[in-house]
Antibody, heavy 124, light 108 residues
Framework: QLQLQESGPGLVKPEETLSLNCTVSGGSTNSRNYYWVWIRQSPKKGLEWIGT???????YYNPSLESRVTISGDTSKNHFSLKLTSVTAADTAIFYC????????????????WGQGTMVTVSS | SYELTQPPSVSVSPGQTARITCTGD??????AYWYQQKSGQAPVLVMYEDSKRPSGIPERFSGSSSGTMATLTVSGAQVEDEADYYCYSTDSTGAHRVFGGGTKLTVL
């Protein structure tokens, strides 16, 4: 059974870079059938799509975050990563990684497996 | 930026039908997806491409879309269906992928 697990620092200082990993077990990140996403959730902004990584290496980012976001994959470690630069308190959120592609037939949107989420607080 | 609008709350008695709506200008051309999130848990996909139910989701969950409104229907709602429900879709260009603000479903 596929499982995703987020990991990374729970506290990041303002203006620094937030870095998170999502480790995939019970499956491979190197499958052409699937794509991988990062989503965050905060009380103020609700659920927010951050970006999507395809097996080809193509990435698509939320336009509001695009200048600060990088999503990449490491198939040798079976994980994918999120980097968010120049963070502020507004970036404080629960960050989720998820998989899509199992059900999609007409474009991405069906995120069928999620990690449990990891809380990241931006504070000095 | 693009927005999807949901009612903040919907309340029904057990066994009744709950309808949760999601309004967006691009919904006539773009699919809606629905996620259920129970307290302290990650979201769960309950409906995709407007009206398709993933494996393991009870048949009492159904979806539809007409014009600028997508609807998630829970027929014969049960107490265990109490959760926040979020729609997800994109604008006409596909660049702005957004979630609705969420609807709290209360079954009591």
């Amino acid at each position: 059974q596929l499982q995703l697990q987020e990991s990374g620092p729970g506290l990041v200082k303002p203006e620094e870079t937030l870095s998170l990993n999502c480790t995939v077990s019970g499956g491979s990140t190197n499958s052409r059938n699937y794509y991988w996403v990062w989503i965050r959730q905060s009380p103020k902004k609700g659920l927010e799509w951050i970006g999507t990584l395809y097996q080809s290496g193509s990435t698509y980012y939320n336009p509001s975050l695009e200048s600060r976001v990088t999503i990449s994959g490491d198939t040798s470690k079976n994980h994918f990563s999120l980097k968010l630069t120049s963070v502020t308190a507004a970036d404080t959120a629960i960050f989720y990684c998820a998989r899509g592609g199992e059900y999609d037939t007409a474009g991405p949107g069906a995120f069928d497996v999620w990690g449990q989420g990891t809380m990241v607080t931006v504070s000095s | 930026s693009y927005e999807l609008t949901q009612p903040p709350s919907v309340s029904v008695s057990p066994g009744q039908t709950a309808r949760i709506t999601c309004t967006g200008d691009a919904l006539p051309k773009k699919y809606a997806y629905w996620y259920q999130q129970k307290s302290g848990q990650a979201p769960v996909l309950v409906m995709y491409e407007d009206s398709k139910r993933p494996s393991g989701i009870p048949e009492r969950f159904s979806g539809s879309s007409s014009g600028t409104m997508a609807t998630l229907t829970v027929s014969g709602a049960q107490v265990e269906d109490e959760a926040d429900y979020y729609c997800y879709s994109t604008d006409s260009t596909g660049a702005h992928r957004v979630f609705g603000g969420g609807t709290k479903l209360t079954v009591l």
